[in-house]
T-cell receptor, first 114, second 115 residues
Framework: DADVTQTPRNRITKTGKRIMLECSQT?????MYWYRQDPGLGLRLIYY???????NKGEISDGYSVSRQAQAKFSLSLESAIPNQTALYFC?????????????FGPGTRLTVL | DQQVKQNSPSLSVQEGRISILNCDYT??????FLWYKKYPAEGPTFLIS?????DKNEDGRFTVFLNKSAKHLSLHIVPSQPGDSAVYFC??????????????FGQGTILTVHP
């Protein structure tokens, strides 16, 4: 079983719709992250959470919100989707006790906004 | 402001030869560097890392070199295999405060290894 899972894997939606991407992990990590990948831009951090009560904006948080429902769950919402939010979205987790900053990624959600 | 840059969008190499992927950074606070590998339809997976107190780290066919004065690191794959064909991302992190645990990624380099 995958340690970090994302649902849905693919989603096509229309401009103005609200959409939620979900991430679950069984690794027991406190830290969770949301990234988007765009061609030529690499992975950019949207939001991150270092524990259940902690939510922080990343470099491109405008137009997004998150919810950390439990240690294992971290959801990303687009309140009103727009076409330039079409991208590949990744959730990741990490354990600060390892001391190496390694993050573990889910398989990704491909989102298309028409 | 792109703090981590991979200036080569793609690299093509013959099987058995060396692949060298490059990465430059601008933030002198970065003290830990990682390379991730990504296959299509999968998430990135950790490959190898290096701390700023070292200038080289090896793991099998993969070696990462760090030149702090030039703010440059490189990943060497020897010998290259067709299964190494993937997108490679360089990432960096800074110590302490609000930066701790956050990674800044480069744009990625698509490596193609031809049989």
């Amino acid at each position: 079983d995958a340690d970090v899972t994302q649902t849905p894997r693919n989603r096509i939606t229309k401009t103005g719709k609200r959409i939620m991407l979900e991430c679950s992990q069984t690794k027991g990590h406190d830290r969770m992250y949301w990234y988007r990948q765009d061609p030529g831009l690499g992975l950019r951090l949207i939001y991150y959470s270092f524990d259940v009560k902690d939510i922080n904006k990343g470099e491109i948080s405008d137009g997004y919100s998150v919810s950390r429902q439990a240690q294992a769950k971290f959801s990303l919402s687009l309140e009103s989707a727009i076409p330039n939010q079409t991208a590949l979205y990744f959730c990741a987790t990490s354990d600060p006790r390892t001391g190496n900053n390694e993050q573990f990624f889910g398989p990704g959600t491909r989102l298309t906004v028409l | 402001d792109q703090q981590v840059k991979q200036n080569s969008p793609s690299l093509s190499v013959q099987e058995g030869r060396i692949s060298i992927l490059n990465c430059d950074y601008t933030n002198s606070m970065f003290d830990y560097f990682l390379w991730y590998k990504k296959y299509p339809a999968e998430g990135p997976t950790f490959l190898i890392s290096i701390s700023s107190i070292k200038d080289k780290n090896e793991d099998g066919r993969f070696t990462v070199f760090l030149n702090k004065s030039a703010k440059h690191l490189s990943l060497h794959i020897v010998p290259s295999q067709p299964g190494d064909s993937a997108v490679y991302f360089c990432a960096a992190s800074a110590p302490g405060g609000t930066s701790y645990g956050k990674l800044t990624f480069g744009q990625g380099t698509i490596l193609t290894v031809h049989p």
